[in-house]
């Protein structure tokens, strides 16, 4: 599931975004609101983070702006201003729940997941390619028919690829979404993990783009 993090505090950011990556979730991260406005309106976002204390375009004009245009993505706000008035003028501009700062990192991913759970986009249905299906809430894989076991990384990686299916993902985008802000893993090493992925969910499902990326190919499913 791709979420979008709009954080200006680095720390915060970096700490949330490891949170969220542990947790599953595909994090795109933006630092400003004219950035985040422009990221938010993607169709494949379960659910947005958004503090409202940004550089360039406050939050809660961003949120309304989304809410103006139609976009019903769930949004969770993040914020510093913690009086129960600001807390009203987040709801009324569109914001689905609400977490000061500072906040728990668990509490953080409880509520996220839940309003990924109750949005109308169903997020946690299964995605399918080729003889195979994942199942991103159970944290499971079927090759044709067949229980695949994968690393939290082998599923990370795969479970991405078929969310962008048709689009090739290079290989610092793909490290970016498997291991965070982490460097640990190479562009070397992620061809070994999408080796192990082909050996284990079909050798045809990933194709791998001399000097772009990887992709799982439309046309397959």
């Not at 795109?28 to 958004?50: N, S, W």
């Not at 019903?72 to 914020?79: I, Q």
Request: proline share 4%; charged share 30%; aromatic share 6%.
């Amino acid at each position: 599931m791709r979420i979008l993090l709009v954080e200006d505090d680095d720390t915060i950011a970096r700490a949330t975004q490891a949170a969220c990556s542990e947790a599953g979730f595909f994090v795109v991260a933006e630092r400003d609101g004219q950035a985040a406005l422009a990221t938010g309106r993607a169709p494949d976002l379960a659910a947005v983070i958004l503090d409202l204390g940004l550089p360039g375009l406050d939050g809660t004009v961003v949120l309304k702006i989304w809410r103006k245009e139609g976009l019903r993505t769930p949004v969770l706000v993040l914020t510093a201003r913690g009086s129960w008035l600001e807390r009203v003028h987040g709801f009324e501009a569109g914001a689905d729940d609400y977490l000061s700062k500072p906040f728990h990192m668990q509490e953080l991913i409880a509520r996220l997941r839940a309003l990924v759970r109750r949005s109308a986009r169903l997020p946690y249905a299964a995605r399918s390619a080729p003889d195979l299906v994942l199942h991103a809430q159970k944290m499971s894989v079927e090759f044709r028919g067949r229980s695949v076991e994968l690393t939290p990384h082998e599923f990370k990686a795969l479970n991405f690829l078929i969310a962008r299916r048709g689009e090739v993902i290079s290989a610092s985008e793909l490290i970016r979404h498997v291991n965070g802000e982490d460097d640990a893993v190479t562009p070397n090493a992620m061809e070994a993990l999408i080796g192990r992925i082909r050996r284990k969910a079909g050798s045809d499902l990933i194709e791998t783009k001399r000097g772009f990326g990887y992709i799982i190919r439309d046309e397959q499913g």
